[in-house]
């Protein structure tokens, strides 16, 4: 059973029961798999210290800056606050300097 998304009045959240939480050691790439199929949608939130620069691909390596060099992506950006995802999505993070901590929380979007 995933939590549904219903944030009461004051925009406060029920606890959840789908996430999880990690340590990334620096320039390591890991990934999450989002439960379900295609047909679920979530809304994922994100929760990085403030002074952490992680960066989340989806369904695609998070790939590190390189200094001085400007480079087009998409599907990767730094520290996301939330997101809709899909079951079978694969969450992939990385960033420059080893962070701990770290966490997401998944609730499924009814309807």
């Known amino acids: 059973m995933t939590t549904p998304y219903q944030p009461t009045a004051n925009g406060a959240l029920s606890f959840c029961d ?13 990934t999450y798999t989002v439960p379900g199929d295609n047909a ?11 002074d952490a620069k992680v960066w989340v691909g989806l369904n695609k390596s998070a790939t590190l800056p390189v200094a001085n060099t400007m480079t087009a992506v998409n599907g990767i950006e ?7 995802v899909k079951g079978a999505d694969v ?3 990385n960033s420059t300097s080893a962070v701990t901590d770290a966490g997401i929380t998944l609730f499924t979007i009814p309807g």
Do not use: C, E, H
Request: no cysteine.
């Open 78 to 84: 730094m520290n996301p606050k939330y997101k809709i």
């Open 40 to 50: 679920q949608k979530y809304i994922v939130i994100f929760r990085f210290p403030q």
């Open 18 to 30: 789908t996430a999880a939480q990690f340590g990334i050691s620096a320039a390591t790439n890991i």
């Open 91 to 93: 969450l992939n993070f």
